[in-house]
């Protein structure tokens, strides 16, 4: 693949286990990736802008047209037609570069494949009304040396973190009461936090702050347990926010979203959850995984009722 070829292709060989990425092609100044994942049965092509490894500020408009074709059948191409904007929101600091589509025609179902079969997978991308593509990436926040707003010190891992009451407090009622209530940790210039693991701690704490570290699948369920036990919902929120958008989190695996809304009580991603069992053997599949001790009771009422409902629809009464 050339620099500035606006044609990326991923051809797979075996189709059992399947995720193939290709390597970064740049196109029009942009750096570009298409991956391509079996979920569920099917072939989900995700074309992926990398922007947002060099850049703080960012944002183009995408063109880009999808072709696959299953060249052990000799099947016609399966095409389809993207338009999207992709971008880095500073203030929420998601990324929103990711779009997903399911190739479900023409024989493209996974389970019907030749395992010998070859399928190629093609993205022509167009990039138009860019900027941003010369800023520099915002680096995370310095916490091991003191800074003008730094006023305590949390000790995670014998390592000393500067931190500033007045962030951390407006954030967390954990630290707001620690900080500012009625124990002896007010008035301490050191405090030590056990049973916290520091690189997961940092990762919290640039969030709480606002740099450019992103919740992403390698860190989502650890920001989760630190911000509950931190009593930090903006985090618990975000965090769930991008378990919700399916752009994103295209390779999380959907057991693990269910055991995670119900341990955290993330009642909108429960229902998410939910809504995407189409089958019954699917709630039957939950029930003898390793994810199912982890359901709340109301929710497996909810998934027996799905059960019977899909029961009742397939003509059974």
């Given at each position: 693949l050339g620099d500035d070829s606006n044609?990326?292709?991923?051809?797979?060989?075996?189709?059992?286990?399947?995720?193939?990425?290709?390597?970064?092609?740049r196109i029009n100044g942009f750096p570009w990736m298409l991956t391509v994942t079996r979920r569920s049965g099917y072939l989900h092509v995700n074309v992926g802008c990398e922007k947002w490894r060099e850049?703080?500020?960012?944002?183009?408009?995408m063109n880009a047209a999808i072709t696959v074709?299953?060249?052990?059948?000799?099947?016609?191409?399966?095409?389809?037609?993207?338009?999207?904007?992709?971008?880095?929101?500073k203030k929420s600091h998601t990324t929103v570069f990711y779009y997903s589509t399911t190739a479900r025609s023409r024989g493209l179902r996974v389970s019907n494949l030749n395992n010998e079969g070859s399928i190629l997978v093609e993205a022509t991308i167009c990039v138009e009304g860019k900027s941003g593509d010369r800023c520099r990436i915002l680096e995370t926040?310095?916490?091991?040396?003191?800074?003008?707003?730094?006023?305590?010190i949390l000790i995670v891992e014998e390592k000393k973190l500067h931190v500033?009451?007045?962030?951390?407090a407006r954030?967390?009622?954990?630290?707001?009461t620690l900080f500012y209530g009625d124990f002896k940790e007010s008035k301490l210039s050191e405090i030590t936090l056990e049973d916290v693991e520091l690189?997961?701690?940092l990762i919290l704490m640039n969030l709480i702050y606002g740099t450019e570290v992103a919740i992403d699948e390698s860190n989502v369920e650890f920001v989760l347990k630190l911000a509950d036990r931190f009593h930090v919902k903006r985090i618990m929120d975000a965090a769930e926010n991008w378990m919700l958008?399916?752009?994103?989190?295209?390779?999380?695996?959907?057991?693990?979203k269910i055991r995670l809304s119900c341990q955290y009580n993330l009642a909108t991603l429960q229902d998410q959850c939910l809504s995407q069992f189409d089958e019954i053997y699917e709630i039957v599949e939950l029930r003898d995984s390793d994810a199912y001790q982890f359901l709340t009771e109301e929710l497996k009422v909810n998934l027996f009722e799905k059960m019977i409902s899909l029961w009742k629809a397939n003509g059974n009464r």
């Open positions: 044609v990326i292709r991923v051809r797979i060989k075996d189709v059992k286990g399947l995720e193939v990425k290709s390597e970064v092609n850049s703080a500020v960012w944002r183009c408009k074709v299953n060249e052990s059948e000799g099947a016609k191409p399966d095409s389809k037609k993207l338009d999207k904007v992709f971008g880095r929101d926040f310095d916490f091991f040396s003191p800074s003008k707003i730094s006023d305590v500033s009451r007045q962030i951390l954030h967390s009622s954990y630290f707001e690189d997961e701690f958008d399916d752009d994103s989190n295209l390779n999380m695996d959907l057991y693990d």
